[in-house]
């Protein structure tokens, strides 16, 4: 009877450090505990950690992840997950609502809980697109700020008229070569508009 960890991002800008943390103080050392950097929107079994991990299980074995949300974000997948465990007498344990697939109490409770997963996340995403419709109504441009503004770009282009390359108007400017790239390249479709 052993135990593994599992632990997962969406990206690379993102840590798996606070689910490393509450899967080691539960005793589980870094060989023990296998990490996904992947979206939870991926099924279970196509992520290359999980489904290495779930050949590595045992009947008896015991499978912990930090938050229930770690092992995907949709309730079907994540049920089906469950089930697998349970057919192949895996114990499945969530740290953060402390609850178990080893009883019937705890099986339906992490069915109700990733239905409700799944539904935060959808009012979320309606929300966003709500939001996002209402400023595009309202005339805001969204996105990030340009990193020059009109007249700076002006002066990129008056630059690079006169002879100066793209590396030495990034270099005056202090932005990235792309960024002067894609001035003149706008400049140039807007005369070729015209």
């Given at each position: 009877?052993?135990?593994?960890?599992?632990?997962?991002?969406?990206?690379?800008?993102?840590?798996?450090?606070?689910?490393?943390?509450?899967?080691?103080?539960?005793?589980?050392?870094?060989?023990?505990?296998?990490?996904?950097?992947?979206?939870?929107?991926?099924?279970?079994?196509?992520?290359?950690?999980?489904?290495?991990?779930?050949?590595?299980?045992?009947?008896?074995?015991?499978?912990?992840?930090?938050?229930?949300?770690?092992?995907?974000?949709?309730?079907?997948?994540?049920i089906g997950l469950i089930r697998i465990l349970n057919e192949r007498c895996?114990?499945?344990?969530?740290?953060?609502?402390?609850?178990?697939?080893?009883?019937?109490?705890?099986?339906?409770?992490?069915?109700?809980?990733?239905?409700?997963?799944?539904?935060?996340?959808?009012?979320?995403?309606?929300?966003?697109?709500?939001?996002?419709?209402?400023?595009?109504?309202?005339?805001?441009?969204?996105?990030?700020?340009?990193?020059?503004?009109?007249?700076?770009?002006?002066?990129?282009?008056?630059?690079?008229?006169?002879?100066?390359?793209?590396?030495?108007?990034?270099?005056?400017?202090?932005?990235?070569?792309?960024?002067?790239?894609?001035?003149?390249?706008?400049?140039?479709?807007?005369?070729?508009?015209?």
């Amino acid at each position: 009877m052993k135990r593994y960890g599992y632990a997962r991002v969406s990206t690379e800008g993102q840590t798996n450090d606070p689910q490393l943390l509450s899967l080691r103080r539960e005793g589980l050392s870094d060989d023990m505990i296998t990490q996904d950097i992947i979206s939870g929107s991926v099924p279970a079994m196509s992520r290359p950690g999980m489904s290495s991990l779930l050949k590595m299980l045992e009947a008896g074995d015991s499978l912990i992840a930090a938050k229930l949300d770690r092992l995907g974000r949709d309730t079907v997948d994540v049920i089906g997950l469950i089930r697998i465990l349970n057919e192949r007498c895996i114990n499945l344990r969530i740290l953060n609502i402390g609850v178990e697939t080893n009883t019937p109490n705890g099986r339906l409770f992490l069915t109700i809980l990733a239905a409700f997963a799944e539904f935060e996340r959808e009012i979320i995403k309606e929300r966003t697109l709500a939001g996002l419709e209402a400023a595009r109504a309202a005339g805001k441009r969204l996105g990030r700020r340009p990193k020059l503004t009109i007249r700076q770009r002006g002066h990129a282009l008056t630059m690079s008229a006169s002879g100066h390359t793209n590396g030495q108007i990034a270099d005056i400017l202090g932005v990235s070569i792309s960024t002067i790239q894609r001035i003149t390249a706008q400049n140039t479709l807007q005369k070729a508009a015209f």
